[in-house]
Each structure stands twice: as structure tokens, then as C-alpha cells.
Nanobody, 126 residues
Framework: QVQLAESGGALVQAGDSLRLSCAAS????????MGWFRQAPGKEREFVAAISRSSGMTYYADSVKGRFTISRDNAKRTVYLQMNSLKPEDTAVYSC???????????????????WGQGTQVTVSS
């Protein structure tokens, strides 16, 4: 089992920056690729970004590429999502997830993630 706990969500204005954190406990953190997903009210869950076990590979949704950066600190068992130039359409509940799958980050699908956090709310006002 892996337990994931997100933090850092807030109400911000368009153009602001925010950093989300996801702390992991339980099984060996470095056995998992990590991803961030988001879900806005009335919409389906959407992939945001993913990072490999050793941080050697990252992958982003087109909607956040160039604005968001995913990173991880394996010593702290934490994955981060740095969000810059936030837009109102970024408003959502952001969740982190852990996947034991290896290979390219692009190949990891939502159903490959075995463990999920509860999420943290990000609201971007215009």
C-alpha cells in the first residue's frame, strides 16, 4: 500500500504561481512513477503531468506544457507540481497518483495508477 497526501492548494489570481506537494508513505517510493491529475466540476479527470522513478523522464499534457513543472525528491518521498501563469481554466481538484509501471511516461494510462490521494483544491480567479 502507498498512502498519498496532497497539499498546497489555494485560491489565487490569474497569472499567479502555486506549488503543490504530494507526500507518500508506505511502500518504497522509488518503485513508483508519479502523476498529477485534475478534475474540474462537471468534467472528467484529466491527466496533467507524470515523472519517472528517477526523475529521468517527465511528460505533460499540452494544456500545461511550458507552465507547469513536475519534480520529485525521493529522499523526502514527495512529488511536486510547480504551476506558473495560472489560468481560470486550471481551476480543479488536483490529485497525485502512483504507478508501478515502467517505460515511457506517455505510455502510462490512468488505469495504470494504483494509488491515489484525496486531492487538493486549486481555484484561479480571473
Amino acid at each position: 500500500q502507498v498512502q498519498l497526501a496532497e497539499s498546497g492548494g489555494a485560491l489565487v489570481q490569474a497569472g499567479d504561481s502555486l506549488r503543490l506537494s504530494c507526500a507518500a508513505s508506505g511502500r518504497t517510493f522509488t518503485n513508483y512513477a508519479m502523476g498529477w491529475f485534475r478534475q474540474a466540476p462537471g468534467k472528467e479527470r484529466e491527466f496533467v503531468a507524470a515523472i519517472s522513478r528517477s526523475s529521468g523522464m517527465t511528460y505533460y499534457a499540452d494544456s500545461v506544457k511550458g507552465r507547469f513543472t513536475i519534480s520529485r525528491d525521493n529522499a523526502k518521498r514527495t512529488v511536486y507540481l510547480q504551476m506558473n501563469s495560472l489560468k481560470p481554466e486550471d481551476t480543479a481538484v488536483y490529485s497525485c497518483a502512483a504507478s508501478p509501471k515502467t517505460g515511457s511516461m506517455r505510455s502510462i494510462k490512468v488505469y495504470d495508477y494504483d494509488y491515489w490521494g484525496q486531492g487538493t483544491q486549486v481555484t484561479v480567479s480571473s
